[in-house]
C-alpha cells in the first residue's frame, strides 16, 4: 500500500533513497517540491530521473485531508477537516500581535475524559498519523496564503497518547527544508502522561512543553481530570521537575478558570506553593462556556484577585487573551460536528 509522504522526516526519506540504490540528498530535492514550491505530483518533480518519479509514485502518494467546513470569527479561524476515514477533526487559527498561531488536533476524540472539556466528551476513535498533522498546516497555509509561525498541539486530544507520530511531526515541522517552524515557537500540551514527559525530556528537542494543571490539590484535580487518579499531582510535579532540570527550559502550566471550582483564593495559594521555586510560567485560561457542560466561566473580577495572588507571590503569570468563543473555536471547544 501506498505511504502518505507527509509522514516521512528527512531521515526517514533519505534511508529511504539510501535503501533504494540512490544518494541521500534526493531527499532534501523532494522536500523542497513539497514544502517550497508546494508541489504534489511526482512527475512534475524535475530535477528527479523519469524512473525516480515513477518509483515515487509507486511508493507514495501526496493525498490530502479536506476542509469541510471554515468559520470565521474576530482574530480566529476554526478549520473542521474530513480524513480519508471520513472522521472530523478541527484546527484553529489565530491572530496575535506577534503572529499567526495554529493550533492543532493530534487524535480523533480523547480518552483523558477532563470533565471541563468539550474534546474530552468525544472519546477516542484514533490516532492521528503524522500527515494529518501536517497537512493541517500546509491547508491553513494554503487557505490563509500565508505561513504559520508558531504551532500549539493543544487541539483535540492529548498529544502524549499519540507520541511518535506527534515527535515526528513536530521534527518535520521544525525542519528547516520542510515547514522550518523555529523549535521555540513550537508547544506541546499535555494533560500529565508522566512516563511520555520523562521521554520527552530525553530528546534534543527545543520545543515548549505546557502542562495542564487546572487544580492545585489531588482532591480537586481528580475530580476534573480523571489521569490525576493514574498520575497524581505528586508525581507530575517530580516528573515536571525533572525536565525543567535536564532541559533547563521553562514550562508553561495552564489553568482554566471555573467558577467557584478552582478559581478561589485557597485555590491560588495552593498554587503558588505547589510551584514554588520551580521555573514556570503560569497561563490562566478564561473558560468558555458551552451548551454541554455544567461549568462557568469565572468572572473578570475572581480571575484578577486570583492573578493577584500569583503575581504577589513572585509566580510569572499572565491571563491568557480570549479567542474563538463566539464560533466554538476556544480551548475545550473543538469538537466533531457530527457528534
Ligand atoms: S483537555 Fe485535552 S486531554 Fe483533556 S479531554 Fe480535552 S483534549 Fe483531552
Same mark, same amino acid.
Given at each position: ?129 503524522? $500527515? ?7 491547508? /491553513?497555509?494554503? =487557505? !490563509?496564503? &500565508?505561513?504559520?509561525? +508558531? *504551532?500549539? %498541539? ?76 493514574? $498520575? ?7 516528573? /515536571?521537575?525533572? =525536565? !525543567?532540570? &535536564?532541559?533547563?527550559? +521553562? *514550562?508553561? %502550566? ?86
Amino acid at each position: 500500500m501506498k505511504e502518505n509522504i507527509f509522514n516521512y522526516s528527512r531521515l526517514k526519506l533519505e534511508n529511504y533513497f539510501l535503501e533504494n540504490g540512490e544518494k541521500k540528498f534526493k531527499a532534501v530535492q523532494v522536500m523542497e517540491w513539497l514544502y517550497d514550491k508546494r508541489e504534489y505530483n511526482f512527475y512534475n518533480f524535475s530535477n528527479l530521473k523519469k524512473e525516480l518519479q515513477k518509483k515515487l509514485d509507486e511508493d507514495f502518494t501526496t493525498e490530502f485531508i479536506e476542509i469541510e467546513k471554515f468559520l470565521e470569527g474576530k482574530d480566529v479561524k476554526k478549520f473542521l477537516f474530513r480524513l480519508k476515514d471520513q472522521e472530523k477533526i478541527e484546527a484553529v487559527l489565530m491572530i496575535h500581535d506577534y503572529g499567526i498561531s495554529v493550533c492543532i488536533s493530534s487524535q480523533v476524540g480523547c480518552n483523558m475524559g477532563c470533565k471541563f472539556c468539550e474534546s474530552g466528551r468525544l472519546k477516542k476513535v484514533r490516532n492521528l498519523e503524522t $500527515y494529518e498533522m501536517v497537512e493541517q498546516i500546509l491547508l /491553513i497555509e494554503k =487557505y !490563509i496564503n &500565508k505561513r504559520v509561525e +508558531r *504551532v500549539v %498541539i493543544m487541539g483535540i486530544g492529548e498529544p502524549f497518547d499519540n507520541y511518535d507520530n506527534v515527535i515526528n511531526f513536530i521534527k518535520i515541522i521544525n525542519d528547516s527544508k520542510a515547514l522550518a517552524i523555529g523549535a521555540r515557537h513550537i508547544t506541546v500540551s499535555t494533560c500529565g502522561l508522566v512516563s511520555k514527559i520523562d521521554d520527552f525530556s530525553n530528546l534534543d528537542l527545543q520545543v515548549n512543553l505546557a502542562l495542564s494543571l487546572h487544580a492545585p490539590t489531588d482532591e480537586l484535580r481528580s475530580k476534573l481530570m480523571p489521569v490525576n487518579q493514574v $498520575y497524581n499531582l505528586d508525581t507530575v510535579m517530580k516528573s /515536571i521537575k525533572a =525536565y !525543567i532540570a &535536564k532541559t533547563n527550559r +521553562r *514550562v508553561t %502550566i495552564e489553568y482554566v478558570m471555573l467558577n467557584m471550582v478552582n478559581d478561589n483564593i485557597a485555590d491560588a495559594l495552593n498554587l503558588v506553593k505547589l510551584i514554588k521555586g520551580m521555573n514556570v510560567y503560569v497561563n490562566l485560561i478564561p473558560y468558555n462556556e458551552t451548551s454541554h457542560i455544567e461549568f462557568n466561566k469565572s468572572s473578570k473580577e475572581r480571575i484578577n484577585k486570583f492573578y493577584e495572588v500569583l503575581k504577589n507571590n513572585k509566580v510569572n503569570v499572565t491571563v491568557r487573551k480570549e479567542f474563538g468563543g463566539n464560533i466554538k473555536a476556544a480551548c475545550g471547544q473543538l469538537r466533531s460536528e457530527s457528534d
